[in-house]
């Protein structure tokens, strides 16, 4: 997928993984970056950072946990003739919690976004891509999405949510030009565990040997995975090989997380 001329759209803009993936599109040659996220003093910080390196953007707040308010931000968007042709699901947020520690009010914002966000932003820019034979979406997905943490299961449901969007969505449009990457990553260093406190204590021992990505290289491969029309990413490397290994023999990752993950005291 050429990035060059191409208008993206990155939701979670504001900071962490999506900043920077907005921030390398525009390095990439994109023509604009559509920044979406609710905090607008922060996409503000981030566009002058886009333009700083040369590339535009376009500031649009929105609580993406609002489909209507998602529909209001998509026809904006076409009254100024703005048809992302790539887009970035990336928005997310929940603390990792077990069942009985979740309350209702924590469990519907963590499936609101980041999966059923992706689901609405999707459903408002999906017709101009269909109608231009081409476009590209990424869905930024955690390794809770391929197997369960302990102490984690409304994050982990979320997440397995997202998963069953990111495929039902690649065999909807099968055919149509439109791609779509369902693009997994390991631990980042944003600000992911201080917007959502007492998660990082609950990371599995087990993912020091898969290793942490800076949020500037986890865009540099969601870059290089909408370039090279990638359809699965699982990085780093050491994900992808414990992912074979849980095709093959889920009980021996399973048993590996429950030893080194949040235990119930
Ligand atoms: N950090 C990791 O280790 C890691 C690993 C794998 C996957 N991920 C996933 O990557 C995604 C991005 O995480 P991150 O690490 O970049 O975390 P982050 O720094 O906390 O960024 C989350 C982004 O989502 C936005 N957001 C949250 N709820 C929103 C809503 N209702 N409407 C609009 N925007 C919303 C936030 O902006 P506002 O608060 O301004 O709205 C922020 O821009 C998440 O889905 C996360 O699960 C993270």
Not at 33 to 42: F, G, I, K, N
Not at 125 to 147: E, K, Q, R
Request: net charge neutral; charged share 15%; with cysteine.
């Amino acid at each position: 997928m050429k990035i060059e001329g191409r208008v993206a759209l990155v939701t979670g803009a504001s900071g962490g993984i999506g900043a920077a993936t907005a921030l390398a599109l525009a390095r990439a040659g994109a023509s604009l970056v559509v920044l979406v996220a609710r905090t607008e003093s922060a996409l503000e910080a981030v566009a002058e950072r886009v333009e700083a390196a040369g590339g535009r953007a376009r500031v649009a707040p929105c609580d993406l946990s609002d489909p209507t308010a998602i529909g209001e931000l998509a026809s904006a968007l076409e009254a100024e003739a703005i048809q992302p042709q790539i887009l970035v699901n990336n928005a997310g947020a929940g603390r990792w919690l077990a069942v009985d520690e979740t309350p209702p009010e924590e469990l519907l914002p963590m499936m609101q976004a980041p999966a059923l966000a992706a689901f609405w932003v999707t459903r408002a820019f999906l017709p101009s891509m269909l109608s231009a034979g081409h476009g590209h979406i990424l869905c930024v997905n955690s390794p809770a999405a391929l197997v369960n943490f302990p102490g984690a299961t409304g994050y982990s449901m979320s997440r397995w949510a997202l998963r069953g969007f990111t495929e039902g969505l690649r065999a909807d449009v099968a055919g149509t030009g439109v791609e779509v990457c369902h693009f997994v990553v390991g631990k980042v260093s944003s600000p992911y565990f201080d917007n959502n406190p007492g998660s990082e204590d609950r990371v599995p021992a087990l993912s020091k040997l898969i290793g942490t990505l800076t949020p500037e290289q986890t865009a540099d491969r969601i870059v290089a995975s909408i370039r090279g029309g990638r359809r699965w990413v699982y990085t780093p490397l050491m994900l992808r090989l414990f992912h074979i290994q849980n095709h093959f023999f889920p009980w021996s990752v399973r048993w590996m997380l429950y030893a080194s993950g949040w235990k119930r005291s």
